[in-house]
């Protein structure tokens, strides 16, 4: 018992220290392991982009156009892909919450949404969501929906490099150049792809390859208690 003593105290004085830390950043993000929360979601988000895309490029050559695949068919498959990534939504919110308590919070979920939708957060993705929405209305509307992909894959490749920046998750600035760069590649030579292929080497690939490179790198803490 005299050996295990002061063990606990450590980890009672370093728990009072991450949550002083907390009470000054006013965020305990920086203190959960993102990577290790996000990496499984990255990899089942990019194999069900792929998974979808290799279906529907399959049943494009099999029935010609998109509205030539019998309704029913093409309900099922959009609500599977609604309950998939709802299921990953899911996930990701109890790997957060499991993270969380790592650290010593007990977090409700309404909690963890406060601690995650900050004002800065806000700032910064609603302005750039609002012009993806508006480019690829504006694409589609003139007919140029073969430059939607990469264009989209441009912008949230940019957003997703400043949003680590914002949240120290300086491991998805990977996700991030691939999304910009394949984007910017795509978007010189879409009119040779086929949309879904587009999306698979912007999205699918992207998502797949941040996954490996995080299960592959050792953990990496992004907020320091020493640094506060």
């Known amino acids: 018992m005299d050996k295990e003593a002061p063990d606990l105290r450590e980890v009672i004085t370093d728990l009072k220290l991450i949550k002083d830390a907390v009470s000054k950043s006013d965020s305990i993000i920086n203190f959960i392991d993102t990577g290790g929360a996000l990496k499984g979601i990255l990899l089942a988000a990019g194999l069900l982009i792929a998974a979808f895309s290799a279906v529907f490029y399959y049943l494009l050559e099999h029935y010609g156009t998109f509205e030539a695949i019998p309704e029913k068919l093409r309900v099922i498959l959009f609500v599977l892909i609604g309950l998939f990534f709802a299921g990953v939504g899911f996930v990701k919110i109890r790997n957060f919450l499991h993270g969380a308590r790592k650290v010593g919070f007990d977090l409700t979920v309404f909690k963890l949404l406060e601690e995650l939708y900050t004002n800065r957060f806000v700032a ?11 480019v ?45 760069a394949t984007g910017l590649l795509t978007l010189f030579i879409a009119a040779t792809l086929h949309p879904l292929v587009t999306l698979g080497i912007t999205f699918a690939a992207g998502f797949i390859l941040s996954s490996l490179f995080l299960y592959l790198s050792s953990p990496v803490k992004r907020g320091s208690v020493d640094d506060q």
């Open 124 to 134: 910064l993705v609603f302005p750039n969501i609002a012009v993806i929405t508006l």
């Open 136 to 180: 690829s209305i504006f694409l589609d509307t003139r007919g140029h929906d073969l430059y939607i992909t990469p264009a989209v894959a441009i912008l949230l490749g940019l957003l997703i490099i400043s949003m680590s920046s914002l949240f120290f998750m300086k491991e998805f600035y990977l996700l991030g150049v691939w999304l910009t």
